[in-house]
């Protein structure tokens, strides 16, 4: 496959301000692809505006409810590094295509699934649909777009998971008090399966790499010998490891917060279970604006020193994590409320900036699976761990005192954060300085 989705452009093609495609296809491509990323975490997130419906209907424990949904970021991580592996020899846009439609159906299995073991099997399936949609995803969208854009764009994409939740929370807490739960899973896997007919028309991968070979699988002996010698630059560096293990770990608040609020106001400020849905999709789209804006800023500040990139991380790490400890020690009430949206905002901030990192630091010919990597950290570290250990610490200390524990993630994640910024300049040096002896086709890696 010849897409180019990290920070290298092939020799002689594509420049850091130059469109690999129209600017109208590529906006096309991404908006398609945005929608796609919605539902995907509609699917996983209506789960959460339930929550307390499946709680009273089948006797379940904050331990089982949890599990329901750290099950999907958990066959995430386990399944994106194969299946990202192998949409980049086999073709992305199917491979999206393929995702999207085996979620969407499994989602419509959890409509009408009679217990815990087939809504667990039925969540289970769905994680396996969306394991290497939001690596391969956004490798589709950053190869349409000039290089300069990157921290912005993969800010912009990653965030469509927290507005994707907004929208499964609040539209499946409406939908799910109005008709019952299962019409909330119903209504978003028919959504789903609606968007990957229309991607599977308007994507192509001829579109995508104009004048390449469009047939899928072509991948000839020498690529997949490069691939074979890229594939341990994905852990070639103490950064790169760094950004992994600081975005992974930071992701396990906005997890836990995403997966729990809703049951958070439902119990404390006695909401009902369409406003505790609202309410906390509300706090899900402070999350995603809160990744678009760490995004944004790393660009910015980061034009002339690449450095400053950590700086941004590292704010957002430690600004989350004395916000969030202070919201959840507050009693309930305005000023809480305020202070919680404060720290939600800062909590999945690294996300723009985590992904850059990764971009500079592996080589473009691995761009999907350097984002599985990213991916899977994020999942193993994160998003799976994250409503499980949650559910578990509140059976135990009750939500509150759960979700007052949480926050304590992100001195983990400052650490490894730190850690990357310190070696940054240092791995960047040593990845260039073969660039000479290069082979001329194989991308060089940039700051």
Known sequence: MGFLTTAEPAPGRIGSSEWPVSRRYAWVVFALSFGLLLSDYMS????????????????????????LSGIVALMVGLLTFPLSLLADRWGRVKSLVLAATMWSLATLGCAVAASYDQMFTGRLLVGVGEAAYGSVGIAVVLSVFPRALRATLSGAFIAGGAFGSVLGISIGGAVAQAYGWRWAFGVMGVLGLVLAGLYATVVTEKRLAPGSDPAPGKVDAQTRGRIRVLLPKLFSSVSVISAYVGSGLQLFIAGALIAWLPSYFNRYYDMPTAKAGATAGLFALVIGIGMIAGGIVSDRISRRSPIRKWAVAIGCSVGSLVLLTTAFRLPAGPV????LAMGSLLCAGTAGPGAAMVANLTPAAIAATAFATLTLAQSLLGLAP?????????????????????????????????????????????LTAPAETMDPREPEPVS
Request: without cysteine; charged residues 20%; proline residues 4%.
């Open 336 to 339: 809480q409320l305020l202070v």
């Open 386 to 430: 994250g409503p499980a250990v949650t559910g578990m610490l509140a059976d135990r200390f009750g939500l509150l005192g759960a979700l007052r524990l949480v926050p304590l993630v992100a001195i983990a994640a400052t650490v490894a954060f730190l850690i990357g910024r310190r070696r940054y300049e240092h791995d960047l040096r040593r």
């Open 44 to 67: 996983r997130q209506v789960l959460n505006a339930v929550f307390p419906m499946l709680k009273a209907d089948w006797a379940l424990s904050d331990a089982r409810l949890g599990s």
